[in-house]
């Protein structure tokens, strides 16, 4: 379900296994009280959120106090965000910006549009995985809703078993993973950084990358963007 990655007196970092939702739904564990009762039985707050199918780092913080301070963080953007996606489609470019205003689609669904009134952002590297299958880089600068799912399927690279977006995929789950975290809290910086450690992420070509050009995100080359 979770693995504990780091503990603060503030905060809790974990890495959320795929298929675990963040907030009890149906018959669904209510993952912060798992954490919360690993940890020392006091209560969590939840201060951003990945979806069911996604992987990786979240911050819990350990008082309201310290939630408040990571939602300031969030909302003005300064906590560094990074995930790793795979899709076995060929995109329409290979690196750069992805940006426009998102809106809802059928059932669950949201699509990208070509307005920017309130656009989301992403940026991206890329880079050739196994044979057929494409590894990206994605800095989300915003926080929008499936924003990086809807973002890669419209440049023609949805990310494989991804059952929204990517019905006809037939996978052992959705890969998309929070890779990286980095933010300041209370005068020190923290960055974390976590490899997944099951089905495609764990192949020779794509270990190489992450402990290879990719394992400081943080250091690439991307462009400055002023986000609206």
């Known amino acids: 379900m979770f693995e504990i990655v780091y503990t603060h007196q503030d905060f809790i970092i974990i890495n959320k296994f795929s298929g675990v939702s963040v ?3 149906d018959s669904d564990i209510a993952l912060v009280s798992e954490v919360s009762k690993r940890v020392d039985g006091k209560p969590l707050f939840l201060v951003h959120r990945l979806d069911k199918m996604t992987s990786g780092l979240l911050i819990l913080a350990r ?3 310290a939630a408040a301070k990571f939602g300031s963080l969030f909302e003005n ?6 995930y790793l996606a795979l899709s076995d489609k060929k995109p329409r470019k290979k690196q750069g910006l992805i940006s426009g205003d998102m809106a809802r689609s059928r059932r669950s669904a949201w699509k990208l549009l070509p307005s920017d009134k309130n656009p989301a952002f992403t940026q991206f590297f890329s880079r050739s995985a196994s044979p057929g299958e494409r590894l990206f880089l994605c800095k989300p600068l915003t926080g929008k809703t499936h924003q990086i799912r809807v973002s890669l399927k419209s440049i023609g690279a949805p990310i494989i078993g991804d059952p929204i977006y990517n019905s006809q995929s037939q996978s052992d789950r959705g890969y998309l993973h929070a890779y990286c975290l980095s933010f300041e809290f209370e005068g020190e910086n923290f960055s974390f950084r976590y490899i997944p450690q099951d089905g ?3 192949s020779v070509e794509i270990l190489k990358i992450l402990e290879g050009e990719w394992v400081n995100p943080e250091a690439l080359n991307w462009p400055v963007v002023f986000v609206k």
């Open 200 to 202: 495609r992420w764990q």
């Open 77 to 82: 953007h300064l906590v560094q965000k990074f």
């Open 63 to 65: 008082s309201s106090e």
């Open 23 to 25: 907030h009890k739904d």
